[in-house]
């Protein structure tokens, strides 16, 4: 299946780049550009795009605001690609919602396998400030969420657990000995009742509450 794509940066040699690292590996189509964030969201509400890669820092609307908005607003999952490993900026993207951050040092199969786990409903976060993300991240949803997690099933905590462990929902089906179909499911139903909007606010949830991987 081929993951649709746009691409969210002002440096449009950048985007020219990121189009031809994605596009040459035959699994990905980027559909549209944005320069900025207000036109990202537009692009991503006309387009529909598997995906919206966002740059971090950008004229008028940033990434920020603009991960916010696209995930309040359609479908799409943001992957949040950017020159900085660790700021504000980066760990705001990622309590409004963003399913990934990566560094724009990562090389092209990192890029490819990044976009197409973000697509299939998986985080991504660059092992570099995994940790970091985990103890930073900003977000009052997670925080209230944290203090109780005894709504979840034994089932929904074993998938938080692997979650929180940066298991893709295939190996978490593996370790689980269930369908990968059936992992989709719990943790649909995780997010909604920890009332947060994706697995990496899942995952540092389950850090919070000490789940350890199943």
Known sequence: MTVTVVLADDHAAIRSGLR???????????????????AALRQARALGPDVVVMDVRMPRVDGLAATAQVVEQTDCAVLVLTTFDLD???????????????????????LVRAVKAVADGDAVLDPKV????????????????????????????????GVGAGLSNH?????????????K???????????VQSRVQA?????????EEP
């Open 171 to 183: 190996q978490i089906a593996r370790r689980l000995n269930i369908g990968e179909a059936t992992v």
């Open 130 to 161: 995994t940790r970091a993300v985990i103890s930073a991240i900003p977000s009052p949803a997670v925080a209230e969420a944290a203090v109780d997690v005894s709504a979840l099933t034994d089932r929904e905590r074993d998938v938080l657990a």
């Open 88 to 110: 504000e900026y980066v760990l705001g993207a990622l309590a409004a919602g963003a399913s990934g951050f990566l560094l724009k040092s990562a090389d092209g199969d990192e």
């Open 20 to 38: 031809l690292l994605l596009e040459s590996s035959g699994e990905v189509r980027v559909v549209g550009e944005a320069a900025d964030g207000a």
């Open 185 to 195: 499911t719990h943790v649909s139903r995780v997010l909604m009742k920890l009332g």
């Open 203 to 211: 995952a540092v949830i389950a850090a919070q509450a000490g789940l």
